[in-house]
Each structure stands twice: as C-alpha cells, then as structure tokens.
C-alpha cells in the first residue's frame, strides 16, 4: 500500500541553525501537506503543495514539491524555540483519496 | 481552538473493555477522520467517513469500528481493548474530500491508556 516515509526521526540543533526534513512517498501524489505539532498539542495544518516543482514560502519556512511529486521537504531557517516540535507530511495519491501521514520529524532546539 | 470538539480527553480502562470516543467536526464540515498516535509515532489512518458514509480504511483493526451520524457527529467504538491499544486517538474534520483543497482541522485527541 501506499508508505510515506519521512526522515530524520529526530533533529536537535541550535538555536539559529537551519532544518531540514525530507519525506518520500513510494507513489506518486496529487499533492502534499505539511503540518506542525507542538508538544502536547494536535497537529496543525501550516501549508499543502500542489504542483511538480512547487516552491512556498511562509516567513522563515521553506515548502518544496519534487518534480515527481514524490518527494518533498520543509526547510526552516534561523530556528527559533517556537519551532520546537514534531512535522508532518501527509500525503495522497488522489484528490479522493486517503490522507497518509509520515513518521514525522521531531525537532528539539538548544537555546 | 480548531473546531473539532472529542470527548472525553482522557480515558483509563481495563484490558477487554470496551470504549467509545467521541468527534464533533468543524461546522459545515461533512468529512471526518480518525487517526490513532502511539507513544512516540506517527498518525496512524483508521478510517474516514463523508457525509455519513465510509470513504476511506486504513489499517483498522476489527475490534474496532465507526460510524458517522445524520448530525455528522462520528464515534469510534474500540472493543476487547489490549494494552497495545493504548494511543492517542485523533479525529479530523474537513470541509469536503476529492476537491483537492483537503485541509484537515485535528481535535485535541483523546488520550485512551488501557491497564
């Protein structure tokens, strides 16, 4: 069935320092969210991605779409404490179809 | 607050109980999902429903099922509990699935822990 793997499990930085997240999907996808959440918290929607190759930016957050539209990253930059927590992709290889989270990355920030 | 109302947030049972969790979605929203997170997981998909019909199954055991109701309420009746079904069990609310705008609003959870 459809996997969408995502990696690191884990990522501690310092604070100031860049992020990145990856996330694979064994299928094609129609499209890609991403969502953030905070520890104790639900998970919050903060964007979805569309077309091959697409780019969005929110603030210091970086959203890619690969050209395949199997894969797909989120990049922060210049982390801040309020970055701490888990991202998710999620993803769906039609618009009908099922939302299929990843495994989530888990970011964790040294003041 | 996302709109999505589950109750009750925390729930303690005994293995072989049977349990349901409760999910009011967003107003206006005609889908729901449930998603079970175990300590330290991913979003596990259980099952969507739309507008009161199943849409979507994921790797839902058998002792568990669903329904959602003419209000759009859903419930998720979790039966013969193991202590391996101790999770944190989101339901999902969004506007209407196949428009490919599906923006899911997730309740607080609820928190099962099976003793």
């Known amino acids: 069935g459809q996997q969408v793997m995502q990696i690191p499990q884990y990522q501690h930085v310092q604070e100031g320092e860049d992020f990145t997240t990856y996330c694979n999907s064994s299928?094609?996808?129609?499209?890609i969210q991403w969502y953030k959440q905070r520890p104790g918290g639900h998970p919050v929607f903060l964007i979805q991605?569309?077309?091959?190759?697409e780019v969005k930016k929110q603030k210091r957050l970086t959203f890619q779409f690969g050209e395949a539209k199997k894969n797909s990253s989120l990049h922060i930059t210049a982390t801040q404490t309020t970055d701490v927590g888990t991202y998710f992709c999620?993803?769906?290889?039609?618009?009908?179809?099922?939302?299929?989270f990843g495994s989530g990355t888990r970011l964790s920030i040294r003041p | 607050d996302s709109g999505v109302t589950q109750t009750p947030k925390h729930l303690i049972t005994a293995t072989g109980q049977r349990v349901t969790l409760r999910c009011s979605p967003r107003?206006?929203?005609?889908?729901v999902y449930w998603y079970q997170q175990s300590l330290d997981q991913g979003l596990q998909f259980l099952i969507q429903?739309?507008?009161?019909?199943?849409?979507a199954k994921g790797n839902i055991l058998e002792r568990f099922s669903a329904q959602q109701f003419p209000d759009l309420h859903s419930e998720l009746n979790l039966s013969s509990l193991e202590l391996g079904d101790s999770a944190l069990y989101f339901c999902?609310?969004?506007?209407?699935?196949?428009?490919?705008?599906?923006?899911?609003?997730f309740g607080s959870g609820t928190q099962l822990s099976v003793l």
């Open positions: 429903y739309y507008n009161g019909e199943e849409r």
């Open positions: 999902a609310s969004s506007v209407e699935p196949g428009q490919g705008l599906e923006k899911l609003f």
């Open positions: 991605l569309v077309k091959s190759g």
């Open positions: 999620a993803g769906q290889r039609s618009s009908a179809s099922k939302i299929i």
């Open positions: 107003s206006g929203d005609l889908s």
């Open positions: 299928t094609t996808l129609s499209n």
